[in-house]
């Protein structure tokens, strides 16, 4: 049966880029509005809104997308409609109110949730399976391009082969693509870079860090301070809001009341999932790690809807500080699976 989609294998890195480049517009859009004093564009009579600029760096992007092919138009394509979306999206306070109100409070919870209905969403797409025979082939086939643009180096090769390793070999096809790549001229490998070569130098610390676990009291530390600080900042902000009993009885909350609720309801959880992490620690790295990501991600997921909902661009700072706990989480996940590679290959 033929489908009418086949995956592209870089959609990961496509998507991403989209992503990024529409969460950044949004940011620099407001930073620039704010500095500006929020000037209107058209005149006394006419309103150009900055949602028309960013349909039409959509547009551009789609048709970046459909006129050329290859990896570069690709993420040209992403980094240009994402940053359209970005654009486009930072007005939604206008559109969903009756008076066009582009302050709206509620405005920027709810773009912080498209975000991440998108970010879920594109890691459906994304998640990691068997594809089919066809779509290792078509995979393996944009490897060419580089070869025809002569910058095939060793590591696009064997990218290329292990794509076609997988497909099905009793096609002519699959026996042709690889006759292709095994016969196409490599270009020289260059030596690592700047930043290859820190990296290498980061995965040696953190080797050495690892044999000698000096680590594990101040990592268990880090998450359940963090954890307390989080559940007992929530905690103080609902004390602040309940002025009368009576009227939380009766029923009669505040808007704020409520946000401040679920984001109570979603750090207790994530809470859980670090307290498991830290006892894990002393049994395995890896479980441990992958509990403090599953509490970051409900913080990044759930909290901070809560959060930007309540206080909206303040909760930037908070925001940050857990992404960058996130990439860290993601970094030792990464290692201690090299390490565990390592191990089992002696």
Do not use: C
């Not at 995979?139 to 002569?150: D, F, K, P, S, Y």
């Not at 860090?209 to 307390?228: G, L, N």
């Not at 992404?323 to 990464?334: D, N």
């Amino acid at each position: 049966m033929n489908l009418p989609f086949y995956r592209n294998i870089r959609a990961r890195e496509h998507l991403d880029i989209f992503l990024i480049a529409a969460a950044a517009s949004v940011l620099l859009i407001r930073a620039f509005l704010h500095l500006a004093d929020y000037p209107q564009i058209g005149g006394d009579d006419l309103h150009i809104a900055h949602m028309l600029w960013g349909g039409l760096l959509m547009a551009t992007g789609i048709v970046v997308s459909v006129a050329f092919i290859g990896l570069h138009a690709q993420r040209i394509s992403a980094l240009v409609g994402g940053i359209g979306f970005g654009v486009f999206i930072d007005e939604l306070g206008k559109f969903i109110t009756s008076d066009n109100d582009y302050f709206y409070r509620p405005a920027i919870g709810l773009i912080y949730a498209i975000f991440v209905i998108l970010y879920l969403t594109f890691n459906f797409l994304s998640r990691t399976q068997k594809y089919s025979s066809k779509e290792y082939q078509l995979n393996a086939l944009t490897q060419l391009e580089e070869a025809i643009l002569h910058d095939l180096d060793i590591h696009e090769k064997r990218r290329a082969q292990e794509l076609l390793s997988k497909a099905d070999h009793r096609s002519p096809i699959t026996q042709h693509l690889e006759q292709i790549i095994n016969s196409v001229a490599l270009v020289p490998e260059s030596p690592p870079n700047w930043f290859r070569r820190q990296l290498t130098r980061l995965d040696l610390f953190y080797t050495n860090q690892w044999r000698k676990r000096s680590t594990r009291r101040a990592v268990r530390a880090f998450f359940v301070i963090e954890t307390i600080v989080f559940v007992l900042a929530v905690m103080y902000g609902i004390y602040n809001n309940i002025s009368d009993i009576t009227t939380v009885l009766a029923g009669d909350v505040s808007y704020d009341f409520w946000l401040y609720i679920g984001q109570f309801i979603s750090s207790a959880v994530a809470a859980g999932f670090a307290i498991e992490g830290a006892f894990l620690l002393t049994r395995s790295r890896m479980k441990a790690f992958e509990m403090f990501r599953r509490a970051t991600m409900i913080n990044l997921l759930l909290t901070q809807f809560f959060i930007f909902s309540r206080i909206e661009f303040e909760a930037l700072a908070g925001f940050f500080f857990n992404l960058a706990i996130l990439f860290f989480i993601i970094y030792v996940l990464h290692q201690e699976e090299r390490l565990s590679d390592a191990r089992s290959q002696k």
